[in-house]
């Protein structure tokens, strides 16, 4: 049998290093230097050590979304022009809808012709599904009320080309649903750069219109807003239209419907539309007085900040991010009204 060997070569031991003699006046000098050294170092280690014992400097406080608002100038907001204002009168109060004719021109243009013949007044809101939507619109489908001038279909206006949208202020927070998030003009808004499309998203009260399976199967004539979590699949399926702006209660507290989507399934649970008219049709003293920020203010982009990192005292955790549905356009009474 071989037997294999290791063999382990021997380092050879260094000499011994010994120490250069020092000239005259020398030792002199490098004690001293020494003892210089010796003490900066110890200098440091107090500093180091008193600064570790101090109180760390409380940090700046965030900004809270009501401080921003507070803080803002009359510049940083605008009023709702009253020829793209809808006020949907119920039994309970009026509800404010802001119109958006960059994103929809068509189908919002057969809404007004609609709102100007009358064709909403006495109506009824005829569903509310939890956690989706209230909708309005006419119950008899068996008999239903005449269009007049109005286009009984309108294209879906499902998606725009980018260039209608001269607006946009983007956000830098990641989307699920789109490439590009942000707001226009105080909407919220998806694009696709490489479609050179943009679209309104389905926010929390954000007002679309209701279609069969056909695209072009809408006109208006029922409209629904959202009230419950942004159904953000439904962004470039439906045609919207606008956003409510005042009076959400009033569709979102509504009892829901029992039968299957939240229609009401008794004539007696509907509630009737006293009336729907623009804005501008009514006089001046009629008018709901509001403004709305201004979403390419840089008071906006303050007020989004102060909703990704909430501050306040209450906050501990600072999340770092914003949905874009969660970072809503501040409504007020105008302050000279």
């Known amino acids: 049998m071989q037997v294999s060997t290791v063999v382990t070569r021997q380092r050879a031991t260094p000499a011994p290093t010994l120490p250069l003699p020092l000239k005259p006046g020398a030792l002199t000098l490098a004690l001293a230097l020494a003892l210089a050294a010796g003490g900066a170092h110890a200098a440091r280690a107090n500093a180091a050590s008193e600064a570790r014992s101090a109180p760390a400097p409380a940090p700046a406080a965030k900004a809270s979304l009501g401080d921003v608002i507070k803080a803002s100038k009359p510049g940083d ?72 001038s109005a286009k009984a279909k309108v294209a879906g206006e499902f998606t ?79 045609t919207v239209v606008g956003r409510v702006v005042a009076g959400m209660p009033l569709l979102s507290a509504l009892p829901r419907g029992a039968a299957p989507m939240g229609y009401y399934d008794k004539p007696e649970l509907r509630v009737p539309i006293k009336s729907v008219r623009l804005a501008a049709e009514l006089p001046e003293a009629e008018r709901s007085h509001l403004e709305v920020m201004r979403s390419d203010a840089p008071t906006y982009q303050a007020a989004v900040e102060a909703q990704r990192n909430r501050g306040g005292p209450w906050s501990k955790y600072a999340a770092g991010h914003i949905e874009l549905c969660n970072a809503p356009i501040p409504v007020r009474e105008q302050a000279d009204k």
């Open 160 to 238: 725009v080309p980018m260039a209608n949208d001269k607006h946009f202020v983007r956000l830098p927070d990641r989307d699920g649903y789109a490439p590009l998030v942000g707001h226009s003009n105080g909407f919220p808004v998806g694009r696709d750069p490489k479609m050179r499309s943009t679209w309104l998203a389905h926010c929390y009260g954000m007002v679309g219109v209701g279609r069969d399976n056909d695209s072009d199967s809408g006109n208006g004539a029922e409209l629904y807003a959202v009230t419950g979590h942004a159904p953000r699949q439904l962004d470039r399926n439906i």
């Open 77 to 148: 907001w605008r009023p709702l022009d009253p020829n793209n204002t809808l006020y949907l009168e119920l039994p309970g109060g009026r509800v404010v809808i802001e119109l958006a004719p960059d994103f929809a021109p068509n189908n919002i243009a057969n809404i007004k012709t609609l709102v100007q013949e009358r064709y909403y007044d006495g109506l009824a809101v005829l569903r509310s599904q939890d956690n989706f939507v209230a909708q309005w619109g006419d119950p008899d489908e068996k008999n239903p009320k005449p269009l007049k």
